[in-house]
């Protein structure tokens, strides 16, 4: 596997935002990224990638594909800084990163989403990719797997992101029709226009715990209608408890569950 080395040496310690107890980065990275605590830190594409999928079978494509500025867009900065800052502090050119790759031996098309990278939201560039990553996964034949994690689409491009939503689920419906599976993950965060289109069409929804899975936030919600939600509202666990998504696995089991689906449906395709 082959990514681009970081410039700026990482921290050999790290604070947990839960507990605030001070963690020895090794340590976590032996633990999956999670805290004693049970805290889910966030992770880049390249780290979701490195502790799913079998060692040295990641090859990515389409790495080339960068986002463009349509609009012109300028907030507080323009929008080519903040995409130029992006790529600096994550060494990619996109919110997602897509590749093919083996999880204990079962071949599929794979998609990490980068919540580092302009919070992991969705905009023409990513969409394309996304929707290439699908088109290969048809193309071999191949099991897809997408890794949700997202604020939603990208507002700098306007209605050019919205679009995405429609482009990655037509192309998805492209892939039921061929009888090839889908299991999307969700993690913290996954909510806006990636919860409301690709990352809730799997086949198996799976989610990692405590993750924050909706359209709009808490906050919003609140502030909307007036009346404080339920404990744990928008939570994994509250939406598997309502239906929402068919399991939640601890991130150090997700690659043999991921693996174990990909068994059940290449067995159900004989």
């Not at 929008?79 to 599929?108: F, H, L, M, Q």
């Not at 899975?213 to 939406?239: C, D, K, N, Y």
Request: net charge positive.
């Amino acid at each position: 596997m082959l990514f681009k080395k970081k410039k700026k040496n990482e921290e050999k310690w790290i604070k947990c935002p839960s507990c605030g107890e001070t963690a020895y980065i090794d340590e976590l990275k032996r633990n999956f990224w999670v805290c004693k605590c049970g805290y889910y830190f966030r992770i880049s594409a390249e780290k979701r990638i490195a502790i799913t999928v079998d060692q040295n079978s990641f090859k990515e494509f389409d790495q080339s594909i960068r986002t463009k500025d349509p609009l012109n867009f300028v907030d507080l900065k323009p929008y080519k800084d903040r995409t130029n800052e992006a790529i600096e502090k994550t060494s990619n050119k996109e919110a997602v990163v897509c590749g093919t790759c083996t999880i204990k031996e079962k071949p599929c098309v794979i998609v990490a989403m980068d919540f580092s990278f302009l919070g992991g939201s969705m905009g023409y560039a990513t969409g394309e990719k996304i929707v290439r990553a699908i088109e290969k996964a048809i193309k071999h034949s191949l099991a897809l797997v997408i890794i949700s994690s997202s604020g939603g689409a990208r507002m700098q491009e306007g209605i050019l992101s919205l679009m995405q939503m429609e482009r990655t689920s037509f192309a998805l419906t492209k892939l039921a029709e061929k009888g090839l599976p889908y299991i999307s993950v969700l993690t913290d965060p996954t909510t806006g226009g990636v919860s409301a289109s690709f990352a809730m069409l799997g086949d198996i929804i799976v989610a990692e715990p405590k993750a924050l899975i909706g359209f709009a936030g808490p906050r919003v919600i609140e502030q909307t209608i007036g009346h404080a939600l339920p404990e744990g509202f928008q939570r994994s666990e509250f939406l598997l408890e309502k239906g929402f998504i068919d399991l939640i696995c601890e991130r150090k089991d997700l690659p043999d569950t991921i693996a174990k689906f990909l068994e059940f449906f290449h067995n159900d395709r004989r």
